[in-house]
């Protein structure tokens, strides 16, 4: 933005910064209960979990989408502590590498290389991509499929691999769309884990602008398959506006909501396929 | 304003903003706010030098999924105007230039004796049971011109205590860090 600043001399932003001193009491938690985002100049604050009387209102100061030991260092580098909130703490004593099976241990140090970030997937060579595909396949039957550790915890661990899930549906839809008959099989596997990424969200993470993304994948894949779904359901509305408000009751205003956000769908070279048609 | 919780689209579709007259208040921020009354603040309490629980926001009734807890203005906005040209004119930056605009509107509140912006401040500054200074929902958003604070506390309050106030959370917080959790970036583009 400064270097647009400095170079068109017309541009100017709507809004830069503020100094919201009511959000500035909430405290923070790795699964909020609360989401806010920014409509005409003003912070809106929406529950995206039912908060129960005597509970405290708490939202995330980073992206959930970060496994607990990055989302620690995260925290404690911003804003001066360790985070102790529920996820963090059952993670970290399910998780802990000394102590898993040494398959499970292999499976996370394969995966974690595919999750620091969102990939170019045009700068992909085939055979990094094949390694991406092999650990998302591996982290999924071993740790997602693990009978040692709770659900509880595979959902937070699901959430918090996004970024290698999204690089994942990325790379193979990419390759889908250029093989022909082979197409409805592989959006079919992708399909398959976006829905249990949406239901992990809907526990950990819910209505997160991640979430919201992968739950219009899921239709996009569900149609794209030969079904008939509806996408602008009353659920799927209900979801927006537990973020969005009255702005998530309209598509069009949802699509404006979520122009800036780090999505699948605003990958370059990610998933085209629903580019025109909901995003 | 008796509002619905579950609809805010006055609020949402700027039609309080049009047609609301110009507010030379300058101390006022009610142009468009809303809070839930189903939640408080939580004041901080200490026992001795030990804080037993700090602040936070808490419901005192049952909030439902998709509930609307807050509609806020920022207590303060960087002015982008005045920072336009300083931006185009110096290799400062952009957070740099924010925070000083805001430390200036800030001191500039206060200087004016702007009660209901300086309580708003000072809530950042802390307050315990202790010290006897309730945060209430009221005063950090700007809304109350109670006089809590005395003439001597504000004689204190310089840029320097300002700035440590807005970046007092964690340790050697640079300003770009600060940026993610006191101040929240509006809608950039």
Known sequence: MQAQWKSNGDYTPPNVLGVFPLAAMINHSCTPNAVRTFSNGCMVAHACQAIPAGAEVLWSYIPPTLVTVDRRRAIKKRHGFVCKCERCMIEAKELRKDLLPVNLKQALDNADKWNEGMLDMSRIDEASKRQLCAATIHLEETLFSSKSLSNEVKRHLRVGYTNLHFNYFNSMLAAAQQQGQQQQNVQALVLQSATQLHFAYCSSNNTSTEHLSVLHLCYELANASGGNAAFWTEAMKRAHMTRYGPLGSSLISVRNCMVHTRTILRQRDGYLQVQYNFL | ?189
């Open chain 2, 1 to 189: 304003m008796t509002i619905d919780p579950k609809d805010l689209s006055t609020l949402y579709f700027g039609a309080k903003a049009e047609e609301k007259e110009l507010n030379d208040d300058k101390d006022s921020n009610a142009e468009v706010f809303f809070v839930n009354p189903s939640i408080v603040v939580q004041t901080a309490t200490k026992d001795g030098n030990k804080v037993v629980h700090g602040r936070g926001i808490l419901a005192v009734k049952d909030i439902a999924a998709g509930d609307c807890i807050f509609v806020t203005p920022p207590t303060v906005g960087v002015n982008i105007e005045s920072i336009k040209s300083k931006v185009r004119e110096s290799d400062i930056a952009l957070e740099e230039l924010a925070m000083e605009d805001l430390i200036d509107q800030m001191m500039e509140d206060i200087q004016s004796r702007r009660i209901k912006k300086i309580n708003s401040f000072l809530c950042l500054m802390g307050s315990t049971k202790d010290n006897g200074k309730e945060v209430t929902i009221d005063m950090l958003n700007g809304q109350d011109d109670t006089e809590v604070w005395s003439e001597e506390e504000l004689q204190g309050l310089g840029r320097k205590e300002m700035k440590d106030t807005l970046l007092k959370n964690g340790k050697r917080r640079r300003t770009k860090d600060f940026l993610t959790h006191h101040l929240l970036i509006f809608d950039i583009l």
